[in-house]
């Protein structure tokens, strides 16, 4: 089942979602690809940019909000979906989209990752994943390989990598799909299905840093190697096969939509929705909160 | 007669003490009482020891008062846990239970021999009546309401409406036990008389504890969202709002941490709604980061601290005044952030109306400064007129503003139209990251000195806020008596008690603590030479930052004292009597002129 089909509410183009700020990013860096991509899904969904919220964390790929015309938020390292769903429980008519890179959303803010996955507030959450801390020149990240020499492991790194996708299968995450800007049209329609899928969605991306990743990375590479989960004949249905097939993580590049729940379960604000309906009724206005503290004389 | 008692009672945690304690308060407020109950514990969840001590009064009361005009012991091995906390003097009446098998001319109370002693079989008369042991505490109920002469149908009343749901038998044993008690204690009198004089003609109160009232002043501030995780003695303020937010609107998010809780509200207060978090000193700690974005980023959010024993996880049950020197200086950069406390349950409401307001009209953090004492402690409250209440609402950009938005344009105010997600036009960057005027990142010197400049200035107006002050006593005053927070109640039961034994002495609370109004402070100090600073905490934390503003007469001394270590009344004003005889002293030594 797609869920492309659907037509943009208003007619706009990538050009409306670019902002005027001039990327920080190294030329070749994998990010230019992905914002791209996010022009794109914006588009085809067609929300206002002034009806989208787009919060990150802190990293070079953080930077993201910023080269868009959303509102943005460009908050502190790791803390991009707390904040996140604060703005969509505060107004869930708001799009919300979350970005960071793999050192805020594994590492220094791997703890919120679950909540948010048990929470699901409606929001898609595209993790750039490099491998790398690129702002900070060049030390591990929670997704370098073993043995990796960066900066900060000069003899290098003595831990396994985190892997995302069974990270957030586990959890139990109703929408996870990888992309890579090395296929930006592929990537601009998972980002797309994410926006539109119900609830909250997580997209990993492999996009590469030209200036402290490895030669395997780079998008040349990646075009070589990656291969589309639905040429494998891979059923976004089945979360078992989605487990299965992520456990490739770090030697294969699979692309594409690994899970998408058939029937997605509630999101918080529309169990929020339902408990302000219920719950309005039994009071006419606010001073009736001060009824509590009344004692009244037998 | 009496116009003012102190009754203290300690127990196992099963005797249902603070609930006999909240039964003889809520009976006292019906009848138009004034009263101060709080409560104290051991570390358990369930059984250890627990107490309360409850002073009723036939006017405003501040502060929880001092020694004990009746003790009720229902096990002394509990009851001396308390220590300090529950003072037997010379003039307390001591109430206990037979069953301790204590014979009254040996308690274990040193060195104190009480005005009155009296073994009372309050476990047989529950068990005889109630049916169970559990019945003791409204057994003592009974006792107090007799010897007190007051509450007897309106604890009556209360029995029925707490138990009602239990069913008929409960309500009648407990009515049984009650009056037991009752009887008792008219076949009893004490020799000290204990009763209670004629209630002000004012009316009921309220009854309120700190961390609800806070809660509902929230939601009539017109919060919308509360974001936060459960941390003793704050906790009570999710509750409150987790049942009550709903019904009007708002949401309430038991966040994953710390962190995440104030996240959930700079994200709601970024959409444009007034956000609240609480939390207790370790939680502090945590959402430290998060002020900093909000500060820079100038969102409005209410951030309560419920502060208790510390440092890390120190004394979690009992309250202190630590954590100011935390609120004032743990951002990092150059900030400020407003800092309010307020001095008792009932001042909770309007200083969280303040919070809200502050922190909307100049797009900031503010921090609420409560403690476990103004936190969970009941007292008796003036009913709230919601109407009298001003609401402040954030600066929103005009059409002809969002045409061309700026979002930290530079003002005469330093205060920038805000607009949020959903307005159109009014898209901007909001970061962590300093910006210019349109929000768009920068590391010039030149715009971080200009923003700095507009963030700080911007708070000028707050330091002229002299409504945020308590002053008292006569402008000329040579001695000084300076306090805050919880403390401050009984540093102004003092005042009074001073001032009627003749003592030149003037008072200062603050109720805004940071930014600190130097110029409030210069004219208060102006005629004093001597004088005393009374907090709850080891460090004198209030002493020191005025010490860095303003400059504090030499003479000033302090009167600080670690956490759940109670200050007296009586205590400051032996203190005050003390700096007043060298006040005179200075007075002599002065050469005299010609």
Known sequence: ?298 | MNTDLVIGMAGSGGDGIVSAGESLLTAAAMLGYHGVLTKSFGPQIRGGESSFRLRLCTEKVLNPGGALDIAVALNWEDFLKFGAELPVGGQTTVVYDSNTNVAPGKLPLVGVTPAEVLSVPIEQMARETGGSDRAKNTVVLGLMSGWMGIGRDEVIAGIRKRLSKKGAEIVERAEKAFLAGLEYAQQHPLKTDRLMGEPPTTGAKFVVDGNDLCAAAAIVAGCDFFGGYPITPSSEIMHFLGREIWKHGGTMLQAEDEIAGIGAVVGASFAGKKALTATSGPGMSLKTEMLGLASIAELPLVCVNVQRGGPSTGIPTKGEQSDLFQAVFSAHGDVIRPVLAAVSAEDMFPITIEAFNLAEYYQTPVIILSDQEVGQRKETAEPIDVAAIKLVERQRPTGKELEHYTRFRFTETGISPISHPGMKGGNYLASGIEHNELGAPTASGEMHSRMNDKRLRKFDPLKQRRDLFIVEGSAGAPLGLVSWGSVAGIAIEAFRMAVKQGLQVKLLVPRLLYPVAEAVYQEFFASITRGLVVEQNHQSQLFRLLRMFVDVPRGIETLAKSGSNPITPQEVVDRLRQISLALQRDQHQQPSEG
């Open chain 1, 1 to 298: 089942m797609s869920t492309l089909t659907a037509k943009p509410i208003q007619d706009y183009t990538s050009k409306d979602y670019k902002s005027d700020l001039k990327p920080i990013w190294c030329p070749g860096c994998g990010d230019f690809g992905v914002v791209q991509a996010i022009y794109r899904a914006l588009a085809n969904v067609g929300r206002a940019p002034h009806e989208i919220a787009f919060v990150s964390g802190i990293g070079c790929s953080s930077r993201i909000p910023g080269y868009t015309t959303a509102y943005g938020f460009n908050t502190v390292h790791g803390r991009s979906l707390p904040i996140a769903q604060g703005i969509k429980l505060a107004n869930p008519e708001l799009l919300v989209l979350c970005a960071g890179g793999d050192g805020d959303g594994f590492s220094i803010g791997g703890g919120h990752v679950a909540h948010a996955i048990r929470r699901n507030v409606d929001m898609t959450y595209i993790v750039m994943d490099n491998q790398i801390y690129g702002l900070t020149k060049g030390q591990l990240s929670p997704t370098s390989r073993r043995g990796l020499a960066t900066a900060s492991s000069a003899l290098g790194s003595m831990e396994s990598p985190v892997n995302p996708l069974l990270y957030v299968l586990g959890y139990g995450a109703q929408f996870v799909a990888q992309g890579t800007p090395a296929d930006m049209s592929g990537l601009a329609t998972i980002v797309e299905e994410g926006i539109r899928f119900p609830g909250f969605a997580f997209i990993n991306v492999q996009s590469p840093c030209v200036t402290y990743g490895q030669e395997d990375q780079m998008l040349k590479a990646q075009k070589a190697t990656m291969q589309t989960l639905e040429s494998l004949g891979h059923d976004p249905a089945d979360r078992l096969a989605a487990m299965n097939l992520a456990q490739a993580y770090g030697e294969k590049l699979y692309t594409g939509v690994f899970f998408r729940q058939p029937e997605p379960g509630p999101t918080f604000e529309r169990l929020a929705r339902e408990r302000h309906e219920a719950q309005r009724a039994s009071v006419s206005s606010r001073a009736d909160v001060l009824n509590a503290f009344r004692v009244k004389k037998p």
